[in-house]
């Protein structure tokens, strides 16, 4: 699903990156370049972990630290790709990756006890 251009792509979004900087359009760019040479996705869940799997290599290989700033750094790239992977399917068709951008009316809500403005704290 992947070819090695796209790995080595995946891999150049990780170089002098730390948890705190911001993702640069280039990034970006290689990102969405890997989407819309993929479209369309049969199995967008597939793709999905394949894309993770071949992230997690390429930090290994990068050989960033396990640790909070590898996983914030790490689902940053995620979260990024999976808006490019819808951003590429809005012309093909909505792709249903398992995620949920909003919460249904119908979910059920957590109340608490103590959740009102007289409670004593």
Known sequence: M???NHKALIRSTLKERTADSKITAEQR???R???AE???VGEPERFL???VD???QAADAERIPYGVERDAMLSQIVSIFVDELHTC???EKPLDLGLRRETPATAPRLILD???SGANI
Do not use: E, K, N
Request: glycine residues 0%; proline residues 4%.
């Open 2 to 4: 992947l070819t090695d």
């Open 29 to 31: 760019s290689a990102i």
């Open 33 to 35: 370049a890997i989407c």
């Open 38 to 40: 993929v479209m369309p």
């Open 49 to 51: 972990r394949v894309f």
């Open 54 to 56: 071949a992230l997690v």
């Open 89 to 91: 399917a809005d012309d």
């Open 114 to 116: 103590s959740d009102s």
